[in-house]
């Protein structure tokens, strides 16, 4: 069975520009979540869906990140005029439960690098 | 707020020895704690998990960890290490109130021979 998938692996791109990063979740999963993760540092949380819906946004930066799930499967994590700051491995996550995210087993994919030159 | 502290960034220790990785966490209330390991170029996988019950929790791998409230402590444990276990691991906590999860900085465990 197929884990939890993130395209691209790395990306490169330049200040300001935009970037989408996508996220396959396992499916049947209903709850998928996307995390930040620096260099040295753990995961820090970013956005929760649960089927189409962000139940809890409250870990976005500020309002150049974006994500959606139109579908209540696949998931992009959308960043705008992007900053040096903005590079780091962003992970996601799913899970198949609905018993919040803070009890969950979740399974995460291996990352995508982001790095902004 | 909730915090989640791993005291140690980096331990060595020979295979075969034993291991603890040291978690303090900071909540009000009953926690649910984890603790992830993450391989070189994988995914964070879960090891095991604490919500309620018994307080020494078995896990994959053969690891295992202990909830001691009085020390807000969830160590985590394993009799003799083999070099597959070098990794990075990270304590995480769950919190029932406002829905949040957080990790930990991680240790990052090598392995010599």
């Known amino acids: 069975g197929a884990g939890v998938s993130q395209t691209p692996s790395n990306k490169v791109t330049e200040k300001g520009k935009y970037v989408e990063l996508r996220c396959d979740p396992i499916?049947?999963?209903?709850?998928l979540y996307w995390y930040r993760q620096s260099l040295g540092q753990g995961p820090e949380f970013l956005i929760y869906?649960?089927?189409?819906?962000?139940?809890?946004d409250s870990g976005l930066p500020n309002d150049r990140f974006f994500a959606v799930r139109p579908e209540g499967s696949v998931s992009t994590l959308k960043i705008q005029r992007t900053e040096r700051g903005d590079s780091a491995v962003y992970l996601c996550?799913?899970?198949?439960?609905?018993?919040?995210?803070?009890?969950?087993?979740?399974?995460f994919g291996p990352g995508t690098r982001l790095t902004v030159l | 707020a909730q915090s989640v502290t791993q005291p140690d960034i980096h331990i060595t220790v020979s295979e075969g020895a034993s291991l603890e990785l040291r978690c303090n966490y900071s909540?009000?209330?009953?926690?649910?704690l984890f603790w992830y390991v993450q391989s070189p170029g994988q995914g964070l996988q879960l090891l095991l998990k604490?919500?309620?019950?018994?307080?020494l929790v078995q896990g994959i791998k053969g690891f295992e960890a202990e909830f001691k409230r009085s020390q807000s402590s969830f160590n985590l444990r394993k009799p003799s290490v083999h070099w597959s276990d070098a990794a990075e691991y990270f304590c995480?906590?769950?919190?029932?109130?406002?829905?949040?999860?957080?990790f930990g900085t991680g240790t990052s465990l090598t392995v010599i021979p």
């Open positions: 996550a799913s899970s198949p439960s609905t018993g919040g995210f803070y009890r969950d087993t979740q399974y």
């Open positions: 995480a906590v769950g919190s029932n109130t406002g829905n949040q999860f957080y």
């Open positions: 909540y009000g209330a009953t926690p649910y």
């Open positions: 869906f649960q089927g189409t819906g962000a139940a809890d």
């Open positions: 604490y919500f309620s019950g018994d307080t």
């Open positions: 499916s049947g999963h209903t709850a």
